[in-house]
């Protein structure tokens, strides 16, 4: 039987040993816009981590800027304050009485400078390989090892129950309206964000003072964790301090009766 180009099973027919193929042309595709993808990365990045810039939009980072700005916004508005108060006294038609009055109100308001003697708590977050130190206590977790909105909000309530007659948080004067909050391990106080060590200065008797902390059942659970798991606490006299007078603003929210 003779070997024809016609018979079943042969391909020697030019024709059919290089047909068109649609595979190699979508692999060619790909190539070409993976090429372009590429290419265009490139040109936008101009030779930057593209994931570093990326993070820069990270939320700890926005509010980093703005506790910033609320910093700059607080020291203006210190100083137009001084400026009005300044304007003020050069046409003031009040009585001595009433001048006495408005000095009493201001320095219970904590808008003021303050000088006393003083003592001063310190706060820390525990060694983050923190194991427990006494028998009987479970291992820690992540939990048990950074300061919690609770355990700062239990040292300004216990400095207040000892007379104490001003307190600042880190750099700012604490008043009737200041609220301590905690997101995570940073303290968030009027605007602003605090990371750890924190530092809390009251003026008043340090021995009273003192012994308020110790009295605090809410300290008390706190010093256990101290013990155990060291977390950070340091209680220091000070010596006579002299704390800010508040200079932000005061947004005061009441109820209204439904008529």
Sequence with gaps: MSNSADSPGTVSSPARRHRFRP???LTAGVFALAGLI????????????IRTDASLLRLSDLIQERSRENGELVESNAALREDIES???RDDGSTAAEDDKLAELEKRAG?????GEAITV?????PPDATAKLPGY?????DYLVIHQQD???????LWQGGARGIKVMDQRLISTSAVRCVGNTLILQG????????ITAVGDPEQLKQALAASPAIQNYMVYVNVYGLGWEVEEKGTVTLPGYSGAVDLHYARPVE
């Design 23 to 25: 595979v190699r042309v």
């Design 38 to 49: 590429f290419f265009t990365s490139f040109n936008t990045a101009r030779g930057t981590d």
């Design 87 to 89: 304007l003020a006294e």
């Design 111 to 115: 808008t003021q400078k303050l000088t």
């Design 122 to 126: 310190t706060l820390d977050d525990a």
């Design 138 to 142: 479970p291992e820690p977790q992540p």
């Design 152 to 158: 700062l909000q239990a040292v300004v309530n216990a």
């Design 192 to 199: 602003r964000v605090y990371s750890p060590p924190y530092k």
